[in-house]
């Protein structure tokens, strides 16, 4: 339900800091802001321009000086009159500020409410205000990017030029319908059935995008695995630069998977510590080997390690043969205690076919590389996309698919005589499909779902 009140939040984030700005939304943002704010100059203030005002709580004790910008919708970000107060970055005197336009008739606005007040007004869709989210979490570069053309509309303008492809099939199927009392003039169907044939491939070359678009958003899933004591923990320890997890020479010292995220060249790294493989009578430990194994299987790249200090042996070896995936790295640990590997233990890597790098987490020795692999894995699989449109979230690969399943559905029904009808009731499915994607407008659920994920005073 849109409630046409008017809204404040701060809209930086919780902490001090030199400058903290809050926000106000709403019909009556220039009624609250001319109570809570008078600006030092005599004249009415003018919009689009900062005054430099003194900001007043309910019983008129100054608060703060702060600079003040009137906003006159629809131009705005949520499309109504919107009013900025750049206060003194202080906790105590945003919180009065707040607390005094909710005095003067402001209500505490929930979260992403401004947002979700700018698509409700049009002024942006779904998927652009969840690309102001993503742009926020960004982790490191290539996520912002995509971010950022989402937010200028390159999803947007895509599905749009799909649904005009749709519309137009339909158009023509439906007129022919109105016309005829029996047979369909099949004269355009091959037409018809290779325009939405296109459609469906222009969907499928945005789908194969999710799995680059999720990692740009959430990071890379590194997963460490190895038997216990094989180094893992000291080896995230000196990839993250600090020191994060437990280390300690008692085989089983890891015994939760322990996600950390870290910033590599520009890619995020979400690196997940575990458990060391071995078959172990303790159930917590068995416990925790279960999850290793299902990190390993949700993980983009594997990286295995093994401890150089010590041959091989038979369980070792079977975490090697057990291993299987298509991409991993090995890491022959503690290189500073010198190799004990002989031709055989490395021939028992041979058919992984995976880099190996010899590294040690006490002299750092061979982290760079391993970065660099890293940021090579990421950086080879995102440049295999050749689509400028990066799909980065469930909903819209969901939205996607069923909009995909209902063309071909109605692919099928226009090689039957006279199925027309059927084929148009599936286009128009189509068409709700892709509608959902950008504008659910009808259904609160879905806007209740994608803001729940954003901050207040967002
Ligand atoms: N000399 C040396 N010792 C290391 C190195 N990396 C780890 N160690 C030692 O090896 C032991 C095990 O290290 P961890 O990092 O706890 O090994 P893990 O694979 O996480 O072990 P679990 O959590 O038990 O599976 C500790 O005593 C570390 O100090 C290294 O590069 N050089
Ligand atoms: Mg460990």
Not at 162 to 169: D, K, M, N
Not at 201 to 221: H, K, N, P, W, Y
Not at 227 to 233: M, V
Request: one cysteine or more; proline letters at 4%; glycine letters at 8%.
């Amino acid at each position: 339900m849109y409630r046409a009140d008017t809204i404040v939040a701060c809209a930086t984030p919780a902490g001090r800091g030199a400058v903290s700005i809050v926000r106000i939304s709403g019909n009556e943002a220039f009624a609250v802001a001319d109570v809570v704010a008078q600006p030092h100059t005599t004249s009415s203030p003018a919009s689009w321009k900062l005054h430099l005002s003194t900001v007043r709580n309910a019983d008129g004790r100054p608060i703060d000086d702060a600079l003040v910008v009137r906003m006159p919708g629809p131009r705005t970000y949520t499309g109504e009159d919107v009013v900025e107060i750049q206060c003194h970055g202080s906790p105590v005197v945003v919180e009065a500020i707040v607390r005094a336009c909710m005095a003067a008739g402001a209500r505490a606005a929930e979260r992403g409410e401004f947002s979700r007040r700018a698509v409700l007004n049009g002024r942006m869709d779904l998927t652009q205000a969840e690309a102001v989210a993503d742009l926020i979490d960004a982790r490191a570069t290539a996520g912002a990017q995509s971010a950022w053309n989402q937010l200028q509309g390159a999803l947007s303008d895509r599905l749009a030029n799909l649904r005009a492809s749709i519309i137009e099939v339909l158009a023509d199927i439906e007129a022919n319908v109105d016309f005829t009392d029996e047979e369909l003039p099949t004269e355009n169907l091959p037409a018809r059935v290779v325009q939405i044939e296109g459609a469906c491939v222009d969907i499928e070359s945005m789908l194969a995008t999710f799995a680059v678009g999720r990692r740009q958003r959430e990071g890379l899933r590194v997963v460490m695995l190895g038997p216990p004591n094989a180094g893992k923990s000291s080896l995230v320890n000196a990839l993250l630069g600090e020191e994060r997890m437990i280390v300690s020479d008692e085989p089983g010292t890891t015994r939760d998977s322990v996600h950390e995220t870290v910033d590599v060249a520009g890619i995020a790294l979400v690196i997940t510590d575990t458990a060391g493989l071995r078959d172990t009578p303790s159930k917590a430990e068995a416990a925790a080997v279960a999850r290793t194994h299902a990190e390993a299987g949700a993980a983009d790249i594997v990286l295995l390690v093994l401890d150089g200090a010590r041959p091989l042996g038979d369980d070792d070896v079977a975490i090697v043969a057990g291993v299987r995936r298509a991409r991993g790295i090995v890491a022959v640990s503690k290189s500073d205690l010198g190799s004990a590997w002989s031709i055989v233990d490395n021939e028992a890597l041979a058919s992984l076919h995976w880099p190996t790098v010899v590294t040690s987490s006490r002299t750092s020795a061979g982290c760079d590389e391993l970065r660099e692999l890293l940021r090579e894995f990421a950086s080879a699989a995102d440049a295999e996309l050749s689509e400028p449109v990066v799909i980065s979230r469930a909903r819209h690969r969901s939205g996607l698919e069923q909009t995909r399943d209902r063309l071909r559905a109605a692919i099928g029904l226009l090689g039957d005589e006279g199925a027309s009808e059927l084929a148009a009731l599936e286009l128009r499915a189509a068409l709700d499909a892709l509608a959902g994607v950008t504008d659910p407008l009808g259904s609160e659920e879905v806007l209740d779902h994608v803001f729940a994920e954003f901050c207040i005073g967002k």
